[in-house]
């Protein structure tokens, strides 16, 4: 599958069948993660994969809520899906220099986390796989379940599967309301 059909093909799944994962996919999958680029090289980005089903139960539990219903529409998934992908990083060291943050923004290690994951869901899509991005969680909590160490922040979880079924995913901006040329809002350019 070519990067960008796998781009635009690729959904939130939130239905996985119970299927297991051949190991050499799984290292597949987080090989593609392991080579995304980060700040100066530092490569923050660590994995917990989780397959053992309490420990997936005690995960789910951890979510937050924002939808009507009074649950995560991830919850399900994270509970059943055959394993979950935790995404941490080490704090203090991409977006630093000799020890002292080099942007406005701070430490960078939520950019550098969030370009591993996608390398990571998009290299899932080419495999037949399914994920969903999910950062609506306790990360304290979920960062005690799993004995994540000091200096080290729990990001995201991504549930990791064969989807049950066909996803539909919602539309997308036109390009006027995201693309501006020379300042902000000003969009007045030949594509």
């Known amino acids: 599958m070519d990067v960008i059909q796998a781009i635009k093909e690729r959904r939130s799944v939130r239905k996985y069948r119970p299927d297991p994962i051949p190991e050499e996919v799984l290292k597949t999958v987080l090989e593609a993660a392991r080579w995304a680029?980060?700040?100066?090289?530092?490569?923050?980005?660590?994995?917990?994969?989780?397959k053992?089903?309490?420990?997936?139960?005690?995960?789910?539990e951890a979510l937050l809520w924002h939808s009507p219903t009074?649950?995560?529409?991830?919850?399900e998934a994270v509970r059943h899906a055959p394993m979950v992908v935790v995404a941490c990083a080490q704090t203090g060291r991409s977006g630093f220099y000799k020890g002292e943050a080099k942007t406005?923004?701070?430490?960078?290690?939520?950019?550098?986390?969030g370009i591993a994951m996608e390398n990571l869901?998009?290299?899932?899509?080419?495999?037949?796989?399914?994920?969903?991005?999910?950062?609506?969680f306790d990360a304290k909590k979920v960062g005690e379940i799993l004995q994540v160490p000091e200096g080290v922040r729990v990001v995201e979880l991504t549930p990791l599967g064969y989807?049950?079924?066909?996803?539909?995913?919602?539309?997308?901006k036109e390009w006027n309301e995201i693309v501006f040329y020379e300042k902000y809002g000003h969009t007045s350019h030949t594509i």
């Open 70 to 75: 009074g649950s995560n529409p991830a919850t």
């Open 121 to 136: 869901a998009l290299a899932a899509h080419s495999l037949g796989l399914g994920t969903v991005h999910v950062g609506l």
């Open 163 to 172: 989807p049950e079924g066909p996803t539909q995913g919602p539309g997308r």
């Open 104 to 113: 406005d923004k701070g430490d960078w290690f939520m950019f550098d986390v």
């Open 52 to 60: 053992d089903s309490d420990t997936k139960a005690k995960l789910a």
């Open 37 to 50: 680029p980060s700040w100066s090289n530092t490569q923050c980005t660590r994995y917990v994969v989780v």
